[in-house]
C-alpha cells in the first residue's frame, strides 16, 4: 500500500531546521518599513519591501508582523528569484485585510502568493480576504462578478511551513500548494460559509511530501481538494463541515494528466457535509490515474454521500462530456469509518 514514511521523516526534518534557524534570524519589522496597523492604510509597499531586505539578506530572517490590522488590498506576490537567504520566516500575530471592495482584488488569481521560494514558513496570523460580497454576487448569478482570488498559493517552491494560520472568507480557495515540494501544514484553521462558492480550504496539486495536521475546516467547498499530480499526501487530524468533503479530483479535465498517488487520510471527522471520502472524475478519457489510497480511522456525523467514487462527474449537469472515464483508480482500501447518513444509502 502506501509508503509515506520518507514524507513524514522530511517533513519533521524542515520543521526541526526551522525551529532552530528562528532562533538566530535577523528580523525585520513591517512598521520600520511603513507599515500601519490600523486596518485603514495600504501597507502593501511596507510588505513588498520588507520582503526584498530579507530576500537581500545572507542571514536567516523574520519578518515580523504586529498585532494590528493591515490592509492589504490587492494582489502581492513574494517572489524567491533574487533571495540570497533560503530561511524565511513570517510571524505574524496580526491580521491581514483585503478591501471591503471585493472588485479590487476578484479581477486577482491570487491575493498573497509565493513563486519559487525555499524555506519560506508562515507562523501564526489570520487572512482576512472579506469575500462575503462577491460570495453573494455569484449566488445572486448577477452578471460581472469577478472570479475572485486565492488567498495563499504556494508554486514551484519547496521546504514550506505553515503553522497555526487562520483564513477568513477566501474569495476563492484559501491554500493552494501548487507544483512544491516538501510542504507541512499544521493547526491551520479555515472559515467561510457553507454555501460559499469554489471557497475549497487547502488544495494540493502536481506536488510532493506533503503532509496536514490537527486543521479544522469550515467551507462552502471541499475541504481538502487533491488534484492531478499529487505524490505522497499525509493528511491526519482534520475536522470538515461545513462542506464538500475530502476529495481527490475532480481528474480528467485534460487528455493528458499526471496521476494522484500515495494519499493517506487519517482520524478525519465530518459534521453536517455534502461528502466525507471522495474520488472525482470527469466521463471522458485520460492519462489520469489514482492508486495507492488509504481512509482510515473516519467518523461521518449525518453526511450525505459519505463514501463516494464518481467517475460520471459533472456538477449542475451543463455540457457533460457523456463518454467513458479513462482514470483508472486502483489499491484503495478504506478502514474504520464508521458514524451516520444524512441519506438511506452511505
Not at 71 to 94: E, M
Not at 142 to 165: D, E, Q, V, W
Request: net charge positive; with cysteine; hydrophobic share 40%.
Amino acid at each position: 500500500m502506501v509508503n509515506v514514511t520518507d514524507c513524514l521523516y522530511r517533513v519533521v526534518v524542515l520543521m526541526i531546521l526551522q525551529s532552530l534557524v528562528a532562533e538566530s534570524a535577523v528580523i525585520y519589522n513591517v512598521l520600520s518599513f511603513g507599515a500601519k496597523p490600523n486596518g485603514t492604510t495600504d501597507s502593501t509597499q511596507a510588505f513588498v519591501d520588507a520582503w526584498s531586505a530579507a530576500c537581500a539578506s545572507n542571514d536567516s530572517s523574520t519578518i515580523s508582523v504586529p498585532k494590528g490590522r493591515y490592509l492589504l488590498p490587492s494582489a502581492i506576490k513574494f517572489s524567491g528569484d533574487k533571495c540570497k537567504t533560503l530561511d524565511i520566516t513570517f510571524q505574524i500575530d496580526g491580521t491581514l485585510i483585503a478591501s471591503s471592495d471585493y472588485r479590487i482584488l476578484g479581477q486577482a488569481n491570487n491575493w498573497l502568493s509565493f513563486e519559487r521560494v525555499t524555506g519560506v514558513s508562515i507562523i501564526g496570523g489570520t487572512l482576512d480576504a472579506k469575500g462575503t460580497a462577491l460570495w453573494a454576487c455569484k449566488l445572486a448569478a448577477s452578471t460581472g462578478c469577478p472570479n475572485g482570488a486565492t488567498s495563499l498559493r504556494f508554486t514551484n517552491s519547496k521546504n514550506i511551513s505553515i503553522n497555526g494560520l487562520t483564513s477568513l472568507n477566501s474569495q476563492m480557495f484559501h491554500i493552494v500548494v501548487n507544483g512544491c515540494q516538501d510542504v507541512y501544514i499544521r493547526g491551520v484553521k479555515v472559515n467561510a460559509a457553507g454555501n460559499s462558492p469554489n471557497t475549497d480550504g487547502i488544495h494540493v496539486q502536481l506536488s510532493r511530501n506533503v503532509a496536514i495536521f490537527n486543521t479544522s475546516i469550515k467551507t462552502g467547498d471541499d475541504c481538502v481538494s487533491i488534484g492531478p499530480g499529487m505524490k505522497d499526501l499525509w493528511v491526519e487530524q482534520i475536522s470538515c463541515g461545513p462542506g464538500h468533503g475530502i476529495s481527490i479530483g475532480s481528474l480528467a479535465k485534460d487528455l493528458e494528466e499526471e496521476g494522484v498517488q500515495n494519499v493517506t487520510v487519517r482520524n478525519a471527522i465530518f459534521k453536517g457535509t455534502q461528502n466525507g471520502l471522495r474520488i472525482k472524475s470527469w466521463p471522458r478519457p485520460s492519462s489520469g490515474f489514482v492508486q495507492g489510497v488509504q481512509f482510515i480511522d473516519a467518523v461521518m456525523l449525518n453526511v450525505q454521500n459519505p463514501i463516494v467514487i464518481d467517475q460520471n462527474y459533472c456538477p449542475r449537469n451543463i455540457n457533460c462530456p457523456a463518454q467513458a472515464s479513462g482514470v483508472k483508480i486502483s489499491d484503495v482500501l478504506y478502514r474504520n469509518i464508521q458514524g451516520t447518513s444524512g441519506r438511506a444509502v452511505a
